[in-house]
């Protein structure tokens, strides 16, 4: 069961700083509560049990058993994927905003 903190009111629940939100259909939940999570690549995704929208995409814990050093190229392959889950993660804001305003005229 969840417990949500009091506001200073005394009345309104404050939603836990762990807290996840859909902004595709404004369900929202603890991080460990419903979330459907599927585990891509080295990555977790965190997906709406609503309406199947991704909310978090998290990458998985390195291997203790290895350690990890730092080479250029290493950091070059981090900074290209790292540019490239953002140019996916705004292509698919602007696709959900205009697939929204289309569904609602």
């Known amino acids: 069961m969840t417990h949500h903190a009091v506001a200073d009111d ?15 259909c404004d369900h929202q939940s603890p991080l460990d509560g419903d979330w459907d999570r599927r585990t891509v690549d080295r990555h977790v995704e965190y997906v709406c049990p609503v309406c199947a929208t991704t909310i978090s995409k998290r990458p998985l814990p390195a291997p203790a058993s290895k350690p990890m050093g730092s080479t250029p190229l290493m950091t070059w392959q981090r900074t290209v994927r790292t540019t490239m889950d953002i140019w996916r993660a705004s292509i698919d804001i602007g696709l959900s905003t205009v697939s929204m305003t289309t569904h609602r005229k």
């Open 10 to 24: 005394g009345h309104t629940p404050v939603p836990q700083k762990s807290t996840l939100f859909c902004w595709g």
